[in-house]
């Protein structure tokens, strides 16, 4: 079940008095929580009915016992256990979720890996329950989640605000979801995203970032390069090493997997850079100029460069040294 089922549900008072929630994926398991907290009871309810424990300091006991009051003054009672990954004894839960109160609607997060399958507790929880599993969003998904994500709000976006979002912040859900309400409240009625917006109030800056970085390795143009690097030293948080490797493996390596394909016009191309024309013009430029050779030696550069930022062969030297080093090599 998803998590906008399991809103939806709650919207037309259909709830069930069992939620699993789990998974890596923390951003759906506090939207859920998040909207049940505030939304299935009234404020006047809430103050009787609304219980909320954290796994590190809950008591299993004291959990059932919360789940087995029945409500004062409202039809139902919340209780929420949050963070239950680090609850000692959760498996002590098992005798209430084989036969819950109808009348308690009963939340638990489990962050993580996810609870063991092959325990007695989740084979209960599998028969009584309505499970969330939350996964990690893949990387190539995450430009389409913003635009989507931005949409639902009645906001656009432009395309290279999309990029620069998804390079700086990744799959962080809830981080992308935090820097977009902030963008929100900050754009005073005006009801597009512009690069300009994400600089002034996210702090990523349009013209020196990893795309900007990976652009310019792409049409050899060093002195850019080494600019954009120099920006990254004097503004740290801005491409740390550990951030600005691995995007650029990914941008190069979704390149290099075109010479396995037999089509490599650019409508072919299309459907493999997920419709993206930007990303398009830049991988078939970009293999013009380096030709197969050449994007192959930046592969392993990046992963040398990489062994050299965990300290492997390069102890002392600094993030903006290693990547000045790495990209003269792979333009030489």
């Known amino acids: 079940m998803s998590a906008e089922k399991i809103i939806a549900d709650f919207k037309k008072k259909n709830v069930k008095p069992l939620y699993w929630l789990e998974g890596e994926e923390d951003y759906y398991i506090d939207l859920v929580m998040d909207y049940a907290e505030k939304n299935i009871l009234t404020t006047d309810e809430a103050s009787f009915n609304l219980t909320i424990f954290y796994g590190k300091d809950a008591e299993w006991a004291s959990v059932i016992n919360a789940c087995r009051r029945y409500p004062m003054f409202a039809e139902r009672q919340v209780v929420l256990l949050k963070e239950a990954q680090h609850m000692k004894e959760i498996d002590k839960l098992e005798g209430y979720f084989e036969n819950p109160l109808a009348s308690t609607i009963f939340i638990v997060g489990y962050k993580g890996k996810g609870y063991d399958k092959r325990t007695k507790l989740y084979k209960i929880i599998k028969q009584h329950a309505e499970i969330l599993v939350s996964e990690k969003l893949k ?153 197969y050779e050449g994007i192959e030696r930046i592969l392993l550069l990046l992963h040398h460069y990489n062994l050299k930022g965990i300290g492997v062969g390069a102890i002392g030297t600094n993030d903006a040294s290693l990547l000045k080093e790495m990209v003269v090599k792979m333009m030489a």
């Not at 050899?220 to 948080?237: E, S």
């Not at 850079?273 to 970009?286: C, E, H, K, S």
Request: net charge neutral.
């Open 139 to 291: 990387d190539y998904k995450v430009g389409e989640w913003i635009k989507e994500f931005v949409t639902s709000k009645e906001f656009t976006i432009s395309p290279k605000g999309v990029v620069l979002l998804e390079e700086h912040i990744g799959n962080d859900l809830n981080r992308i979801v935090n820097e977009l309400e902030k963008l929100s409240l900050n754009l005073k009625g005006k009801k597009n995203i512009s690069e300009d917006d994400i600089e002034n109030y996210v702090g990523i800056s349009k013209e020196y970032n990893v795309f900007e970085l990976q652009a310019a390795i792409a049409k050899k143009d060093l002195a850019k390069a080494l600019t954009i690097i120099q920006y990254f030293d004097a503004n740290p948080k801005a491409g740390p090493i550990q951030m600005v490797l691995p995007a650029l493996y990914s941008s190069f390596s979704k390149i290099y997997t075109v010479f396995g394909m037999s089509d490599k016009s650019e409508a072919a191309l299309k459907p493999h850079f997920y419709f993206n024309q930007t990303a398009v013009r830049n991988a078939l430029d970009t293999i013009k100029t380096y030709q």
